[in-house]
């Protein structure tokens, strides 16, 4: 019997040639950990990729996203991440970190070096390496 690979729903939201990413906790548990990535999770049965988006990025974030736009699709073989973006329309200091080590809004920069400054975490810390990937694709399109 096949067993059906998960989905995920993940946003890019920008604010002023910046991206706002999340450090992922540092539990050697879970993808990425410790690392640079998206807000966003997995899909709930019967729900659709817009709907986990909608409703991750309230519980990590705090943040009524309306209006996005679908990016693309990056499938693996442990995952399909669904990748949306939107312009991020408050301040850092209007969103609650509900989930994760921190948060930031890290340059083309900071992506093109695959590395940015975490002042919770005390270090530089790395991006994931899909999510460079797709961060990548997404500022030289």
Known sequence: MNKQIPEVAIIILYQ???YL???RDNIPTIAAAGCWGFFGGHLDPGET???ALVREVKE???Y???TFT????YPDEKVIRH???????VGLEQLTLNEGWDMGLLTADDIEKGACYSPIAGEIRPLGNI???IMLDFINQ
């Open 83 to 89: 990748v949306f973006h939107a312009p991020l329309l």
């Open 16 to 18: 002023d040639h910046k």
């Open 49 to 51: 990729p817009e709907m």
């Open 131 to 133: 999510h460079q990937k």
């Open 70 to 73: 679908k990016f693309g699709i």
């Open 60 to 62: 990590e974030i705090n």
């Open 21 to 23: 990413m999340q450090l």
């Open 64 to 66: 009524d996203i309306t």
